[in-house]
């Protein structure tokens, strides 16, 4: 990361202080919603120790000469709510668990760059804080590990979103080149639901294909790291208590807690993989991962083709164009919950691609027609 600029600091610090009003807005919610009260509590006081962030950086702000305006939860923040109600506040729960890694590393990168002392340190001392609420959250969501080093598939929501979003644009822009070479209504409704089964066949099978390979890069990572321990045991030791130091241990009780580990070699090949590669077990099997992104994109592409089921002629494309551009921006938006990117924008931006894609096809098929 390069050494960010003193007069765009404060822009990065506003957005810190934004971020921490939205998780703790969003530890409400799920505390709200959580059954069990060991667990609720915990959600609680995640909330009530990120409202003493929001503090830390309105501090950093004002010492700065910058007033921040009156925080409300974002738009992207809202979704995320949304997401939480609609499919389990467990999932809501794991998007935070990415949240705090990211949150984590930026900070760890903040206190290296910003130039205010102040903000750096501010930066530091929330970085332990941070990866604190990565490690409760990951326990009370049985993952292992630093969740700010995994490396694992992208998950239902994700695989759902992004199917969503390829199912819809290609579709459209299929539906808007045919349109454009002024073809009869049945074959305009035709080309849409052949587009729509060769999306969904496509990308359901690149999601199968590529979570597989994943999973074989993986299985070949953790044989090499097997390899490893039976041929270079005392350096494998070595590299192990190195890494319990960087979690805070001690020297003298990372060599001892090296040694009683590397006794057992299958808890040693599973503590090495975990927290040297960031490997952790597969949560979600190649087939399903092609399932959940071939039926997303289904509905992504459907939605396009919907309007020329129960209408014709002017009514049927206007409101095919309608309801695709809004789907745009819904879905530019929900990608936000995992770019991190503002939420507006994020929809903004898509829906500029559904209109250039909207232009683009329909000037190509008007084309193609005067051509042929």
Avoid: C
């Avoid at 098929?365 to 051509?371: D, F, K, P, R």
Wanted: charged fraction near 20%; avoid cysteine; hydrophobic fraction near 45%.
């Amino acid at each position: 990361m390069q050494r960010d600029g003193q007069s765009h600091q404060p822009e990065l610090w506003l957005e810190h202080w934004r971020d921490e009003g939205d998780a703790a807005f969003l530890y409400r919610r799920i505390a709200a919603a959580e059954t069990d009260p060991t667990r609720a509590k915990v959600f609680a006081n995640l909330a009530r120790v990120e409202d003493q962030h929001v503090t830390r950086w309105e501090q950093v702000l004002r010492s700065a000469g910058v007033a921040p305006p009156p925080l409300r939860p974002s738009l992207r923040a809202r979704i995320m709510a949304l997401v939480g109600r609609l499919l389990g506040w467990r999932l809501l729960a794991s998007i935070l668990l990415a949240e705090e890694g990211r949150e984590t590393k930026g900070y760890l990168r903040g206190a290296l760059h910003y130039d205010d002392p102040n903000a750096s340190r501010t930066a530091a001392e929330l970085a332990k804080e941070s990866a604190q609420h990565a490690m409760q959250l990951g326990e009370l969501l049985g993952v292992s590990g630093e969740p700010w080093h995994r490396i694992e598939s992208g998950g239902f929501l994700r695989n759902a979103v992004y199917g969503f979003n390829d199912g819809l644009t290609a579709n459209f822009g299929l539906v808007m080149g045919v349109l454009g070479a002024s073809i009869p209504h049945h074959i305009v409704l035709v080309s849409g639901a052949a587009g729509l089964i060769a999306d969904a066949l496509s990308m359901g099978s690149s999601g199968f294909l590529a979570a597989k390979s994943e999973r074989e890069v993986y299985t070949h990572e953790i044989a090499v790291e097997r390899e490893e321990l039976h041929l270079m045991p005392d350096l494998e030791e070595a590299e192990l208590a190195l890494l319990y130091q960087t979690r805070g241990m001690g020297s003298d009780a990372a060599r001892r807690a090296a040694k009683e580990v590397m006794a057992n070699p299958e808890h040693a090949l599973q503590e090495k993989t975990q927290l040297e590669l960031g490997i952790g077990q597969a949560s979600m099997s190649p087939l399903r991962e092609g399932w959940i992104t071939g039926l997303a994109t289904a509905v992504g592409a459907f939605i396009p083709v919907f309007p020329y089921i129960v209408l014709r002629g002017m009514p049927a494309i206007w409101l095919s164009f309608a309801i695709s551009m809004l789907s745009h921006f819904g879905v530019g938006a929900a990608r936000s919950v995992f770019t991190g990117r503002n939420a507006f924008r994020s929809g903004l931006d898509m829906f500029v691609v559904g209109l250039g894609i909207a232009v683009i096809g329909y000037l190509v098929g008007e084309w193609i027609s005067h051509t042929l």
